[in-house]
């Protein structure tokens, strides 16, 4: 739990062991002494919470803090396999375990539910120093005003002894011996009775900690969960969420309701229960150093409640993306002995925007609480926390994908920089390198202020290229020639993984530099990078179309806004015939994307003489002219580019004539010349290349005649 989300990162049940089962019963004492029943509970620890890190990947476990009562020890250890595979509907745990809990094993069958009962509002307040009193009180009430004298006290002291004698006792006498029996409608009875008592309650005024006899309610509340119902359990926890427990009390009904929630089947529990409210409310007012690990219950129960689709769109009726706005705030700012506690909060937190972010209607709660930039915050004090920054970059590449979201999100300061910093001290684990290079790409899709911005941050170049070169040759390496070139720093060896994986990110990532370039000066700058220029070359040498398709034409795609600039110190110019021999690869493939990225790079390396000569070698040009029967728009205007240049050359257009291209710019002309006057305009040029020389006879009769129709018809 503490450091990773309880589950897989898109749905339950979630991959790992990273809870704990709760093994133990919370046998909540009968104090012996009644004058003071409190005096038998253990005090809270007074030393601040410890922690200590476990092995490799585990995170710290949290030292378990004092509970209501005194349990034997976790027996032995659970079966890993046990762990690991959880029964059908249960959540899975997480690896990274919860501390030990003092609760039982919750067995839930199927449960009726339970009729609407009465909600009440509960309201949670700061805690106090011992571990059972609060001294705030939760609503107002009566209390005796200095100056009132005993009258007024006995007054209400006897008002409270009415209520409690005629209608709370008896309510209380029914739940024991409802519990005693054994009947088969006992926990439905028990949940209505609960549910009355809550009502009884708030109509006297009795909650929160102004019932002198509140222990008592809750020693008789605390033994029934010894019955092992969940529908029960969330019943009794909403009632002492009420009562404004504290301290241990309020840590272990956390653990209940956390571990009622680890089933899905007990989703439906949830959907009809008001604790909802009483969670968010110990979210906005619980402090993370007296209560972190309560907190820290809370927010795990949420994140699993968060997997439902009807609960998705319960918390955010009840502004939960609000209340985790100021969690994250407090979080931030939290102490440095508070540190860790706040990490493990923030891995739940997280996790549970993640979800929250896949229903469309809290993209605008995002922006408007500014959660985008609040996230920032928590990965610069949290960025060696590769958890939290794989949860943060979920949400990042979720919502960049759209306009609102990614302005929002660029006009936060320093987060291109801080994008990089991350890559590069987190360029080995896979899952977030890929998420934040696909929030880059987002960025820098559609504006040219990105592309520059991300260009201008310290080490732009140098970062990317270097993941690059790195997740290139994890799979290729005994196979890529070595390059020329600056040698990328020494890193440690990458972990092993797919090489789809691999490819993955360097999609991404090539996408990243195909967007950057488009901007004027960005791109001449790339176009002089030697090993970026290397790179991508190595890469289509290495794969294929067919096993790396999206890849490639990415690729190409770079590779042609790279060739837009022709500056004399271009690498790229200086590589066109090698480019265009790579080229043949994707035009001779069966994907057509391929096809139209390798006629675009012609199209621009084509104004080169060396370049018209080795397509017209290796009949290139026919596959060209072919083009322009495709139907695409954007085909035949690629085709149109590449033939406009080789019409240059005179002995060029005989070829070109031979093969239909006259006749067919004319056919492009009158099918697509209406609706795309760019498109018109490049087979115009292309054409009077080819017969604006005295070339007229490539063009027959009847081709003239419709040629000099369609003209005349465009330009009335």
């Excluded at 209501?68 to 762990?83: A, F, I, N, Q």
């Excluded at 985790?324 to 909060?345: M, P």
């Excluded at 391929?594 to 390396?605: C, F, K, P, S």
């Excluded at 006879?697 to 330009?715: A, G, N």
Aim: hydrophobic letters at 35%; one cysteine or more; a neutral charge.
């Amino acid at each position: 739990l503490h450091a990773q989300n309880f589950d897989a990162p898109d749905s339950r049940p979630g991959s790992g062991t990273r809870l704990s089962p709760l093994d133990h019963k919370p046998k909540f004492p009968v104090p012996c002494d009644a004058e003071d029943p409190f005096k038998a509970f253990p005090k809270p620890p007074t030393d601040p919470l410890e922690v200590k890190r476990g092995l490799a990947v585990a995170r710290a476990r949290l030292l378990r803090a004092g509970s209501l009562t005194t349990l034997p020890p976790v027996e032995g250890h659970t079966d890993v396999k046990e762990r690991l595979n959880p029964g059908p509907g249960q959540k899975q745990p997480s690896a990274k375990r919860l501390p030990n809990t003092d609760h039982t094993e919750v067995r839930s069958g199927p449960h009726k539910p339970g009729p609407r009962r009465t909600a009440s509002e509960s309201r949670i307040t700061q805690p106090g120093n011992d571990s059972g009193v609060r001294p705030t009180v939760c609503r107002g009430g009566r209390r005796t005003e200095l100056g009132n004298g005993d009258d007024t006290t006995s007054a209400e002291e006897n008002a409270e002894s009415l209520v409690w004698n005629n209608m709370i006792a008896p309510l209380l006498q029914q739940l024991e011996s409802v519990a005693a029996g054994s009947s088969e409608g006992s926990v439905d009875r028990l949940c209505d009775l609960c549910d009355g008592l809550h009502g009884t309650l708030a109509e006297a005024d009795m909650l929160g900690r102004h019932c002198k006899r509140r222990t008592g309610i809750l020693r008789t509340l605390f033994r029934l969960i010894d019955l092992n119902s969940d529908q029960l359990n969330l019943q009794i926890a909403k009632l002492c969420l009420a009562l404004c427990v504290s301290g241990n009390n309020l840590l272990n009904i956390c653990k209940l309701i956390f571990q009622i929630s680890r089933s899905e089947s007990n989703d439906i529990l949830f959907q009809n229960n008001s604790i909802i409210d009483s969670f968010l409310g110990i979210l906005s007012n619980e402090d993370v150093s007296a209560s972190g690990e309560a907190l820290l219950y809370c927010v795990g129960t949420l994140k699993f409640l968060s997997g439902n689709s009807a609960i998705l769109r319960l918390l955010l009726d009840k502004n939960c993306i609000g209340v985790s706005q100021k969690l994250i705030q407090r979080l931030c700012i939290a102490e440095d002995t508070n540190f860790t506690i706040a990490g493990h909060i923030l891995v739940q937190l997280t996790a549970t925007l993640r979800n929250l972010a896949d229903h469309p209607d809290s993209r605008p709660l995002f922006i408007s609480f500014s959660i985008l930039s609040e996230l920032c915050l928590v990965l610069r004090h949290h960025h060696k926390d590769q958890d939290i920054c794989t949860n943060i970059s979920r949400i990042y590449s979720k919502l960049s994908s759209y306009s609102e979201c990614r302005l929002a999100l660029a006009q936060t300061p320093d987060c291109y920089q801080l994008f990089l910093e991350l890559l590069s001290k987190h360029h080995q684990k896979q899952d977030l390198v890929v998420r934040l290079l696909f929030t880059l790409g987002n960025l820098t899709a559609k504006s040219n202020e990105a592309r520059q911005q991300l260009f201008q941050c310290e080490g732009c170049v140098d970062t990317l290229l270097q993941l690059y070169d790195s997740y290139q040759r994890r799979d290729y390496s005994p196979h890529a020639p070595p390059r020329k070139g600056p040698p990328s720093p020494s890193k440690p060896p990458a972990p092993p993984v797919t090489v789809q994986e691999d490819e993955d990110v360097l999609v991404k990532l090539v996408r990243v530099l195909a967007n950057m370039c488009i901007h004027p000066a960005v791109g001449p700058a790339l176009a002089t990078n030697t090993t970026c220029i290397q790179l991508l070359m190595e890469t289509i040498e290495l794969r294929s179309v067919q096993e790396s398709e999206e890849l490639l034409v990415n690729v190409a795609a770079t590779i042609n806004n790279l060739s837009f600039y022709q500056e004399e110190s271009s690498v790229l110019r200086h590589s066109q015939l090698t480019i265009a021999k790579l080229m043949l690869k994707l035009v001779l493939s069966s994907s057509m994307d391929a096809m139209l990225e390798a006629t675009r790079v012609y199209g621009n390396l084509s104004q080169s003489k060396d370049v018209r000569d080795f397509i017209m070698q290796n009949k290139v040009h026919q596959f060209v002219v072919t083009l322009l029967d495709s139907k695409s728009t954007e085909m035949c205007f690629s085709a149109c580019g590449v033939l406009t240049n080789l019409t240059l050359d005179p002995p060029n257009r005989v070829s070109l004539s031979l093969e239909g291209a006259a006749a067919k710019l004319v056919d492009c002309l009158k099918d697509f010349g209406p609706g795309d006057w760019q498109l018109a305009g490049q087979v115009c040029q292309a054409l009077w290349n080819m017969i604006g020389g005295g070339s007229e006879k490539l063009l027959d009769t009847q081709e003239r005649e419709s040629l000099l129709e369609i003209l005349i018809t465009y330009l009335g």
